[in-house]
């Protein structure tokens, strides 16, 4: 089991290696050539940042400092909602913010299809906003299920790594 520190240094090394992958699929065709220089160094740190978020969030269902971040980031989200009246999204976000804490910890948060369907709209809203290019999400998607899985990896969900018995005086 690992503190948000550990989460952090997980979703960073698991980022690292995505990040190659994400390289070397680019630079096959030179598809990197449609970035800008600017893009070039933004869409790595975004898509870092997405990772770092995702890595903290299984924990969101307990006292935490991803429960602390994201209830952040809702309650601003949420706020901007209602200034500029879209009351019906920010009736959903209350939703969905409360979902969490209707479970245990450890519950469904840390599953493994929690960790493909809470990203989705990361892979559905670019397609559905921007039909030229359908899969505009997918790197961001990636990123957050990186995150997620660097999570349920470091509290042992994925793979039960073996621990050391403790000797008994006996």
């Known amino acids: 089991m690992a503190g948000y520190r550990g989460h952090l240094v997980g979703a960073t090394v698991f980022f690292a290696v995505y990040l190659g992958v994400l390289v ?18 933004a869409y790595p740190l975004g898509l870092f940042g997405l990772c770092l978020l995702f890595g903290l969030w299984p924990d ?16 601003v989200v949420d706020v901007g909602l209602i200034v500029a ?13 409360i979902l969490p804490a209707l479970g245990k910890h450890r519950g469904w948060t840390h599953t493994f299809w929690a960790m493909l369907l809470i ?23 990636g990123a957050a299920v990186v995150g997620y899985f660097s999570h349920l990896v470091f ?15 006996w």
């Open 155 to 169: 509290d042992g969900m994925v793979v039960r790594l073996p621990r050391r018995k403790r000797k008994t005086g």
């Open 85 to 97: 009246r879209e009351i019906e999204a920010a009736a959903y976000l209350g939703l969905f913010c």
């Open 119 to 141: 990203p989705s709209p990361l892979l559905v809203m670019p397609y559905v906003l921007t039909p030229e290019r359908p899969l505009a999400g997918l790197p961001f998607y």
């Open 24 to 41: 070397l699929l680019y630079s096959v065709d030179q598809a990197y050539r449609q970035f800008t220089e600017v893009e070039l160094i």
């Open 60 to 75: 969101v269902d307990t006292n935490s400092k991803g429960q602390n971040i994201f209830y952040s980031l809702f309650f």
